[in-house]
Structure formats: structure tokens, C-alpha cells
């Protein structure tokens, strides 16, 4: 009959082999459903209302859909934002993008900074800031359902904070 003691450690063993087992399946469980998570971002359709969307995953990085039907301006306009959103996931991780738009102003923020690279593009093709900047208002309102709460002086403020080129100094300096 086996002393009681040699049955405990072998049980320890047993254990401690069994996390380190498990630590490795839960990576390949991952895997799989990281790959799953990507392949649903890159085929799901649009929300409506949306030209694009940017989905910021763990390890994968950014995944991007552009509405297959937008072209020439619209479709250009669609680009910049979401390569703009995909630099924001590139630079602060899946985890940091996901926690910076829990809030409305984080959500703000990240779309505003998104519409001042299309701003700075349409600023370039010599669109007038005031038209410029009552696009983007008018987006940010209405494409938006989060930002129903917000008024729409609100709105300017943000994207001015989070784009000079669109703020009221820059207004000023016309
Ligand atoms: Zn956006």
C-alpha cells in the first residue's frame, strides 16, 4: 500500500502540471475565437446610417469595412475616417480603444479626431472651414444615436478641441 504523504505530492504535481496545461489550451481556445471575431468584422454588414467601421481587436489590431457602394468623394471621405480610427487602435491597443469610448466624451473624442482627418482633406481640396465644420456637426448629430443628448454647441466644442483646424480660434483668424 503507498504512504499517504507520496499520494499528496504526486496529486501537487498532478495540479501544477494541469495549470500549465491549461494556461497553453486557453491560448488555443483563443485562437480560434479571435479568428472568428475577425472573420465576422470583415463580413458583417454596416450598421445603417454608416459609410464605415472600424472594429479594434486584440492581437489582430484594426479591421475595417467600407461600404462597398460608396464611390468618389464619399468613398475617399469613408477611407480617411476609418484609417484614422484604425491608428487610434493601432496606437493605444484594443483595450485602451475599447475603454476610451465607453463614455459619450471618449466616444466623442475618438469620432472627432476621426472627421478632422476628413477635415483636413476637404480643408486641402479648398472646402471653406464653416461648410466643413457644419458637416461634420451634422454628421456627428444625426449618424450618431449617442449623441442625441448632446446639443449641438456641444458638439462643435468637441470636434473644435480635438481638431484646430476646425476650432473657433481658427475661425477667428479668417
Ligand atoms: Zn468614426
Given at each position: 500500500m503507498q504512504p499517504a504523504p507520496l499520494s499528496v505530492t504526486h496529486r501537487l504535481n498532478t495540479v501544477a502540471r494541469d495549470r500549465r496545461i491549461s494556461a497553453r489550451r486557453l491560448v488555443w481556445l483563443l485562437a480560434p475565437g479571435l479568428l472568428a471575431l475577425s472573420l465576422a468584422a470583415a463580413r458583417a454588414p454596416l450598421p445603417k446610417g454608416l459609410d464605415g467601421m472600424t472594429i479594434c481587436l486584440p492581437v489582430v489590431g484594426p479591421i475595417t469595412r467600407i461600404d462597398s457602394t460608396l464611390s468618389g468623394r464619399a468613398r475617399a471621405l469613408a477611407e480617411i475616417h476609418e484609417r484614422a480610427h484604425a491608428a487610434q487602435c493601432r496606437e493605444r491597443g484594443a483595450v485602451r480603444s475599447y475603454a476610451a469610448r465607453l463614455t459619450i466624451d471618449g466616444k466623442l473624442r475618438a469620432e472627432a479626431h476621426a472627421f478632422c482627418a476628413e477635415a483636413n482633406w476637404d480643408l486641402a481640396i479648398g472646402y471653406s472651414r464653416e461648410n466643413v465644420l457644419a458637416r461634420i456637426t451634422d454628421e456627428l448629430e444625426t449618424a450618431y444615436?449617442?449623441?442625441?443628448?448632446?446639443?449641438r454647441g456641444e458638439i462643435v466644442a468637441a470636434i473644435g478641441a480635438a481638431c484646430p483646424p476646425l476650432s473657433t480660434r481658427a475661425r477667428a483668424g479668417d
Open positions: 444615436g449617442w449623441t442625441a443628448g448632446r446639443s
